[in-house]
């Protein structure tokens, strides 16, 4: 009798939809925490740049020790020019740049997807590795990405310097130079 009163009143009918509700809201709750859990895969990325940010520092470092021992012309008397020291210290310097460009990828995508770093912020006020949001992030790692580029064709132009023989080869390597230099005023100001 007494659900049948329920029935008819309506109540039964009340009780089961907020039954429903709090189903569907419980779900929707689980669902989102799952989401929310699944920037953490974010971590791998994290990982792996700073490793090979490690690994390229020590290359590069290994490089230019290397250099300094193998290809200089005052530890060894037989080497006559530095060019040759030149291109290996220049391609360390591209080794460091990538190193970098993949340290502040890492940084940026702890802050961004995991947890800001709280010693950053009360020991560096303004530091690169400090990421606000995606567009800083992608901001700061094309400006060093393009100070590669710049050290890359630095790299080229003095491998290749020893083949220029006429006075329109060196116009224009004046004039490549020039244009970098416009290119990445152009890109820093403000």
Same mark, same amino acid.
């Given at each position: ?10 109540? !039964? ?15 929707? /709750?689980?669902?989102?925490? +799952?989401?929310? /859990? ?30 300094? +021992? ?11 020019? /530095?060019?040759?020291? +030149? !291109?290996? $210290?220049?391609?360390?310097?591209? =080794? !460091?740049?990538?190193?970098?460009? =993949?340290?502040? *990828?890492? *940084?940026?995508?702890?802050?961004? *997807?995991?947890?800001?770093? %709280? ?13 606000? %949001? =995606? %567009? ?9 990405? $393009?100070i590669v580029l710049i050290v890359k064709f630095f790299e080229k132009i003095l491998k290749y310097s020893e083949s220029f023989s006429s006075t329109t080869d060196i116009l224009y390597f004046g004039l490549s130079i020039l ?6 005023? +152009? =890109?820093?100001?403000?």
């Open positions: 009798m007494r659900a049948s009163l329920y029935k008819r009143s309506g109540v !039964f009918v009340k009780y089961k939809t907020i039954e429903k509700i709090s189903y569907l809201s419980t779900m929707n /709750n689980r669902l989102e925490k +799952l989401l929310w /859990n699944v920037r953490y895969v974010t971590l791998l990325a994290v990982i792996l740049s700073i490793i090979s940010s490690i690994y390229l520092m020590i290359l590069g470092s290994w490089e230019i020790i290397e250099a300094i +021992l193998f290809y200089n012309p005052l530890i060894d008397s037989a080497i006559s020019e /530095n060019n040759e020291l +030149l !291109f290996k $210290i220049i391609s360390s310097i591209d =080794l !460091f740049l990538i190193a970098i460009v =993949l340290l502040i *990828f890492g *940084f940026g995508i702890y802050e961004l *997807f995991v947890s800001e770093i %709280d010693f950053t912020h009360s020991k560096f006020k303004e530091s690169t590795l400090i990421i606000r %949001d =995606l %567009d800083q992030l992608k901001n700061k790692i094309i400006k060093v990405i $393009i244009s970098i230099c416009v290119g990445y005023y +152009l =890109l820093n100001r403000k």
